[in-house]
């Protein structure tokens, strides 16, 4: 249908005009539109307050009555009562602390090679969509990767099924993920700010460090985050590992023992064997167990943000 | 002379981009290099300091010398070669960082260390880029939040903090409007005692005004492709090419026939 305008139709009536323009059929479809994506929205919002809300309610016990010992016991799946998450907490933690050392600086020295110096070959082609597939790899085939190869071939170095095969496992299993966000940051970066420095003299390591990584230090900031919360989430590839389930003994070793030696287990590791015992108040432990490993991945990502502000300063 | 370019061809892996480059370029002079799109006159500029070298298919033929040395010999250093001889884009494109540290960043580049010659090295070539004035009072503010003439001035003085022996500007003045252009325009004039200059634009009354020498470009269908490569059609003083073109198509240029 054409819209008459005034000017055009001369004699048309202000009336059919105003008809015209107020025709409502743009309106409808718009809104239904809208309304199915906000449905959208609405429904992954419900699933994840009713995860926090169930595992609130069914974990109120233990957090209201004994957090304080719950927080600072042990690894002790044969008694409700007893069980705790301390050496779960410093697991993760010990991984996280792992998985940053080795995993970031690799992660990122790749990611600044394949797209500053390894130009566009057939071979760096091939190592990009391949470093896109390991990022796909599912984690427990990490973890076989972990038990031949960190646990078996480098035993001597790790100390066999301890927390620095534990950590060296997830550093793999994180190490695509960081090279790609990192990737992809370096790569955001505009051709014009290199061609500046370029222009000026500067050389290709000079330009680098003080422009693009400058400009893509957000980005990569991101990445690395996202892969630390990824990190202290897994528990599949730390079962094959050696993570404890079941009852952690630490004795009197020492501290730097207990890391070169000893056993350890993690929060998702304890979550899974919390899980696996029967009875209410097992429910309430591994309720209980899986906030607290909410609120810690809550606490790496909120600081990470935190520091990424920080130290972002916006040009 | 700094420059001198013989029998120069470019080629962007299969495709040759521009042929049949012979020109000299003189000292404390501005040769402008004009003509219509895909010519070749920009493949040319970036030639001279070696900026085609970041794009892994370019291959240059022919010579090229720089004060008398091949600038393609295998012992020559790219970067040693851009720090003498500066670049401007077409878009201005400062460091997002401050205006102080978009200067700093080319004299530190240089070897200078101490914090009261870099002030003066910044103070400086602000001077000569005339910009000094606008911005003495905001060094340390963000060199983003200038407008787009005053980003164009900052990058000629990035430039000339690193003390450059030419400066190449790449359609320095086409994202600028009319008065910011007039101001480059003037600063050119200003520094080209100090520097030699090659100008690439789009803009003939530019050249015509700017310019000492001008060099005029036009583009030749092939007939193996359907790509048109670029080809230097005439060299001479401005003054002379503006008034008595030897070449035709150079006359249809500049007479706005074509182009």
Not at chain 1, 26 to 38: G, K, N, P, Q, Y
Not at chain 1, 281 to 298: D, G, K, N, Y
Not at chain 2, 236 to 259: C, V
């Amino acid at each position: 249908m054409k819209l008459s305008t005034p000017s055009s139709t001369g004699g048309a009536t202000a009336a059919s005009l105003t008809a015209q323009l107020s025709q409502s059929k743009h309106r409808f479809r718009e809104r239904i539109i809208e309304i199915v994506l906000l449905s959208a929205l609405l429904l992954t919002l419900i699933t994840l307050v009713t995860l926090i809300v169930n595992l609130t309610t069914t974990g109120w016990p233990v957090l209201s009555e004994r957090l304080g010992s719950f927080l600072s016991s042990g690894l002790d799946a044969s008694n409700a009562k007893e069980a705790g998450v301390w050496q779960a907490i410093r697991g993760t933690l010990t991984l996280a602390i792992i998985v940053a050392i080795v995993a970031f600086p690799l992660g990122i020295a790749s990611a600044i090679y394949l797209e500053e110096f390894a130009g566009n070959s057939l071979v760096t082609r091939i190592i990009r969509v391949n470093v896109r597939n390991l990022a796909g790899v599912p984690s427990i085939v990490y973890g076989i990767l972990g038990l031949s190869l960190w646990v078996k071939f480098a035993g001597g170095f790790t100390g066999g099924r301890t927390v620095i095969a534990g950590g060296l496992t997830l550093a793999i299993l994180v190490l695509p993920v960081v090279i790609i966000t990192a990737s992809e940051a370096i790569r955001a970066v505009p051709q014009s700010i290199r061609e500046g420095a370029f222009g000026v003299g500067a050389t290709q390591w000079e330009t680098i460090r003080s422009h693009v990584l400058p400009s893509a230090a957000p980005g990569i900031f991101t990445g690395t985050v996202l892969a630390l919360s990824r990190a202290a989430g897994e528990a599949a590839p730390l079962l094959l590992v050696g993570g404890i389930t079941g009852l952690l003994r630490t004795g009197n070793l020492s501290l730097w023992e207990q890391i070169t030696e000893g056993g350890f287990t993690s929060m998702p590791v304890a979550i899974f064997s919390y899980a696996r015992q029967t009875g209410e108040e097992f429910r309430e432990v591994t309720a209980a167990a899986s906030l607290v490993l909410l609120f810690i991945v809550i606490v790496i990502n909120g600081l990470a943000i935190w520091l990424r502000n920080r130290f972002e300063k916006k040009w | 002379m700094p420059f001198q370019l013989e029998a120069l061809e470019v080629w962007y892996g299969e495709f040759r981009a521009v042929r049949d480059v012979s020109l000299t370029v003189n000292s404390q002079e501005i040769t402008a290099f004009i003509g219509p799109s895909g010519c070749g006159k920009s493949t040319v500029l970036r030639c001279l300091n070696r900026m085609n070298d970041l794009i892994p298919t370019a291959k240059v033929n022919g010579t090229i010398t720089y004060h008398g040395l091949d600038l393609y010999d295998s012992r020559v250093d790219a970067v040693e070669v851009r720090r003498r001889v500066g670049m401007v884009f077409q878009k201005p494109n400062p460091f997002p960082k401050s205006i102080y540290e978009n200067l700093a960043f080319g004299a530190r580049l240089n070897g200078v260390k101490k914090k009261a010659e870099l002030d003066d090295i910044v103070e400086s070539s602000l001077q000569r880029a005339a910009l000094w004035d606008e911005v003495k009072s905001r060094l340390s503010a963000s060199a983003m939040g200038l407008s787009g003439g005053q980003q164009q001035r900052l990058c000629i003085a990035r430039c000339i903090a690193v003390e450059p022996d030419v400066i190449l500007m790449d359609e320095p003045c086409s994202a600028l409007d009319p008065i910011a252009t007039a101001r480059i325009e003037d600063l050119m004039q200003e520094i080209k005692k100090d520097f030699t200059i090659v100008i690439v634009t789009h803009n003939m009354q530019q050249a015509a005004r700017v310019s000492d020498r001008t060099a005029f470009f036009t583009t030749e269908v092939n007939l193996e492709s359907d790509r048109r490569t670029g080809v230097l059609v005439e060299y001479d003083q401005t003054a002379r090419m503006f008034s008595e073109p030897k070449d035709e198509r150079t006359e249809n240029y500049i007479t706005g026939r074509f182009g």
